[in-house]
């Protein structure tokens, strides 16, 4: 393959990156970062207020890319506290006055991202994540806590831990109390003590933290990636009150603006805190950034396989949380596969609809766990109130409405809930939930009656479905009746149900 060049971009309220790369090997050619960017006193992304700085800079990374002669380029944005509309106002404008058009990203698609580059590429990960291992993730909005069990990824906590919120709330209580260190402990311990039970404490554990520059600069030494923080004074900070880290500890002469100031003592009581729950026999920090996870994407060809297997771990993880049926969990998913993958010349949808319609055929009965009546209008708010890893808001809204419309409301005019929906999901929500809910029928008794079934498309519009039973179908063939006239509606097929026995 013959080397080029790729740049990536990359636009955080605290500051603009851009990375060029050489590909195929992902070679650093140059890597540049803007001046801080002042964070805002309401939402933290604080774009639009700093849009004239954000373009300069903007305007300079243009040159390099043009003195390179780089013409493939990836401009993304973390999108943070960024409400939708403000978004695409932000988005347009920086289109209007750069040309460069930007993908926003959530929170779930950086650290789906940036988890398979430290996974992939750094060296010592394998041996430290052996037994058990926990990635902290520092952020502005808040604080990610991954579990890897044997190397493996098991299941993350996204929680309401962001640097730049807890800095606020010291500035507001340092005008009220005279001692707002003790609040904030008790403030960090209220919203990490939830997910306490589903911590696992083991011998050999291990904790790595990520995104925390201050601390990677101090103690990782040059041409290195992972370095081990002594747990001393960890400890202290969750012992003693009013630990005052400027004069403590010698990484502070590492902090070189106001900003990153403010935001290194609640960021080290967010670890020392996660520390404490976790009991690890060590803690290491790396320097693995966001910007290596973005550009990890261009430069392996693993990186969206195993965000992939990420995003199924996610889903098999929610499912089991609120009690699905694994058993029919796992007929639905397979034959809905199967369903999608013969049935593509009719809905002509891509690889990554397939992965969709597989995750929600994982969680669509997880509103089981609230009501069995009307549980597909709780599996939605369910799965809205906990996006999964490596999904885009619209990915998961796609997820969250199909499991809303896989069993008894059709998503048609009528539903004032589906005419909300952007035009460019409404399609593919109907379509994956024509395929959801006629296999789901298929299983009506819980029972996984049908062995194997087999499609043909005839040429008078029919989809007959032989299916292998074992077992008499008399409840599946009486909800398949009622719940086959979506797909007619929606791809003007008629499927027809044919049993065949399975002696």
Not at 430 to 443: E, F, G, N, T, Y
Not at 451 to 462: R, Y
């Amino acid at each position: 393959m013959k080397n080029s060049l790729t740049a990536v971009i990359y636009l955080e309220p605290d500051q603009v990156s851009l990375r060029i790369i050489e590909l195929p090997k992902g070679r650093v050619i140059n890597d540049v970062h803007s001046g801080a960017l002042a964070l805002g006193d309401g939402k933290i992304a604080n774009y639009a207020q700093n849009m004239a700085a954000i373009v300069n800079n903007l305007d300079g990374f243009k040159q390099q890319l043009k003195d390179y002669q780089v013409t493939d380029v990836h401009f993304y944005g973390a999108i943070e506290d960024l409400a939708p509309i403000d978004a695409r106002y932000v988005a347009d404008q920086l289109e209007v006055r750069t040309g460069l058009k930007i993908q926003w990203l959530n929170n779930n698609q950086l650290m789906a991202k940036t988890m398979g580059c430290v996974v992939n590429h750094l060296a010592e990960f394998k041996a430290l994540s052996k037994h058990c291992l926990y990635l902290l993730t520092l952020g502005l909005d808040s604080m990610t806590l991954a579990f890897f069990h044997h190397g493996n990824f098991e299941k993350q906590w996204e929680i309401d831990l962001g640097g730049a919120k807890i800095s606020r709330l010291v500035q507001r209580l340092r005008q009220t109390t005279t001692n707002p260190q003790e609040i904030i402990q008790d403030y960090i311990s209220s919203k990490l003590e939830y997910i306490s039970p589903e911590l696992k404490r083991k011998k050999r554990t291990v904790l790595l933290i990520q995104n925390a520059p201050v601390l990677s600069s101090h103690y990782i030494k040059e041409g290195e990636h992972l370095a081990a923080i002594p747990q001393e004074p960890l400890k202290q900070a969750n012992q003693e009150l009013g630990v005052n880290i400027d004069a403590q500890y010698p990484w502070s002469q590492n902090i070189a603006t106001e900003q990153e100031h403010r935001l290194i003592v609640p960021n080290y009581l967010v670890i020392a805190r996660t520390a404490y729950l976790v009991h690890p026999l060590s803690i290491y920090v790396t320097d693995i950034s966001m910007m290596d996870g973005l550009v990890n994407g261009f430069a392996d060809s693993r990186a969206q396989s195993q965000i992939n297997t990420m995003i199924r771990t996610s889903a098999d993880d929610l499912a089991q949380r609120y009690g699905v049926d694994a058993a029919h969990k796992d007929f639905v998913t397979k034959f809905a596969l199967q369903f999608f993958d013969q049935l593509r010349p009719i809905h002509r949808l891509d690889n990554h609809a397939r992965l969709l319609l597989e995750i929600a055929s994982k969680v669509d009965d997880i509103g089981n766990f609230i009501n069995q009546e009307s549980h597909y209008r709780h599996s939605a708010y369910i799965l809205k109130s906990n996006p999964l890893i490596g999904l885009s808001d619209d990915d998961n809204q796609i997820i969250a409405e199909v499991a809303r419309y896989h069993s008894a409301e059709s998503p048609t005019a009528a539903q004032e809930h589906y005419r909300r929906m952007d035009d460019d999901i409404q399609l593919v929500v109907a379509k994956l939930a024509a395929i959801l809910r006629l296999v789901d029928s298929l299983d009506d008794s819980r029972q996984q009656k049908i062995s194997a079934i087999k499609l043909k498309l005839t040429n008078d519009n029919l989809l007959k479905i032989k299916a292998t039973a074992n077992d008499d179908l008399v409840l599946e063939k009486w909800s398949f009746s009622k719940k086959s006239q979506l797909f007619n509606d929606v791809f003007g097929i008629k499927p027809v149900l044919i049993e065949r026995g399975g002696h």
